[in-house]
Nanobody, 123 residues
């Protein structure tokens, strides 16, 4: 069984930064592409960013390009989402997920996901 545990969320003022982490256990981490998603109550989960198995390819939601950076450290079984210049519209629960390809993650098809971490950006 693969487990994902997110951390790093919190309350931050607009313009501030946070770094989310996602630790994966239960299977070889480099097997998976990693994705980050977010969800606001009453809305569908939204794709935010993804990174390929060895980090050579990254993709982003247009509204976070230039502000968010996804990365991974396969030796630590950990993926990261560095979020800079945060805006109130970024407020959401953030989830990490894994699957075989970035394309599947972008389509919202993922094999495993974490419990989420809340990010709140105040204006």
């Amino acid at each position: 069984q693969v487990q994902l545990v997110e951390s790093g969320g919190g309350l931050v003022q607009a313009g501030g930064s946070l770094r989310l982490s996602c630790v994966v256990s239960g299977r070889t981490f480099s097997t998976y592409a990693m994705g980050w998603f977010r969800q606001v109550p009453g809305k569908e989960r939204e794709f935010v960013a993804a990174i390929s198995q060895y980090g050579s390819i990254t993709v982003y939601l247009d509204s976070v390009k230039g502000r968010f950076t996804v990365s991974r450290d396969n030796a630590k079984n950990t993926a990261y989402l560095q979020m800079n210049s945060l805006k109130p519209d970024d407020t959401a629960a953030y989830y990490c997920a894994v699957d075989s390809t970035i394309a599947r993650l972008q389509m919202g098809e993922y094999s495993y996901w974490g419990q989420g971490t809340q990010v709140t950006v105040s204006s």
